[in-house]
C-alpha cells in the first residue's frame, strides 16, 4: 500500500442498555454526551474518511460526529457466541467452568461459537490493510482498538488487552513507510 495512512481511532459512545452485558451487535448508543461528540467532532480531520463497523451503536457514533461511515465487516467486536446478551455477572454465577476457563487466558480463549482475541486481531489486520492512504476515521469497538494497537506496537494479544480504551474516547495510529506510530491512546476529549 502506497503513501502514509493517519487513523484517528474512536470508540463508539456508551451503549444504552444494561451495565456488564455483552452486547448484540444491535444495541443501540447512548448520544447524551453531546459536549463530548462536539468535542471529538472538532478533533477530526475534515477532509477523513469515515469507517465503521456495522454495529448500530458505531454507525449511530459516527453520525453523530458528521460521518456517513463505510462499514467494514473486519472491524466488529469480538464475537461471544453464546454469551452475547448476557451479563457478567450471572455468566460468573452459571457459566461453569467454560466462563472461568475464558478468563484464565482471555487472549486465546474462545466462548462457546464465539472467537479469540486472538483471532479478532487478524481480522483487524485484515481490515487495516484495506485503507488506503490519507486520513481515515474509524468509529469502532474497544476490542478493536486494542487489537489496532496489538499490530502497531508488535504486541502479544495478551499484552494489547492491558490498554483501557473508553467510550467517546480517541486513539491516534498512523502507518507510516517504515512501520507504525502511535500519537496518543484512550484521549478523552470534552
Do not use: K
Not at 85 to 97: I, P, V
Not at 140 to 162: E, F, K, M, N, Y
Amino acid at each position: 500500500m502506497e503513501g502514509e495512512t493517519f487513523l484517528w481511532l474512536i470508540r463508539h459512545a456508551a451503549v444504552d442498555g444494561v451495565t456488564g452485558t455483552i452486547h448484540a451487535a444491535d444495541a443501540r448508543a447512548d448520544l447524551g454526551d453531546h459536549a463530548a461528540l462536539a468535542a471529538l467532532r472538532l478533533r477530526l480531520p475534515p477532509d477523513a474518511t469515515g469507517y465503521a463497523s456495522p454495529s448500530r451503536r458505531t454507525v449511530e457514533t459516527a453520525r453523530a460526529l458528521g460521518l456517513e461511515p463505510e462499514l467494514v465487516s473486519e472491524f466488529r467486536e469480538q464475537d461471544f457466541g453464546d454469551w452475547t446478551g448476557h451479563r457478567h455477572d450471572e455468566l460468573a454465577a452459571t457459566g461453569g467452568d467454560a466462563y472461568a476457563q475464558f478468563w484464565r487466558d482471555p487472549a486465546r480463549g474462545r466462548p462457546p461459537n464465539g472467537e479469540s482475541f486472538a483471532d479478532q486481531v487478524v481480522r483487524v489486520r485484515l481490515g487495516l490493510s484495506r485503507i488506503g492512504a490519507g486520513s481515515a476515521a474509524l468509529v469502532v469497538h474497544s476490542g478493536t482498538i486494542r487489537a489496532a494497537l496489538c499490530i502497531a506496537l508488535d504486541l502479544t494479544p495478551q499484552a494489547a488487552l492491558r490498554f483501557v480504551i473508553d467510550p467517546l474516547s480517541l486513539t491516534r495510529i498512523d502507518r507510516l513507510a517504515g512501520g507504525w506510530r502511535v500519537v496518543s491512546v484512550n484521549q478523552r476529549i470534552s
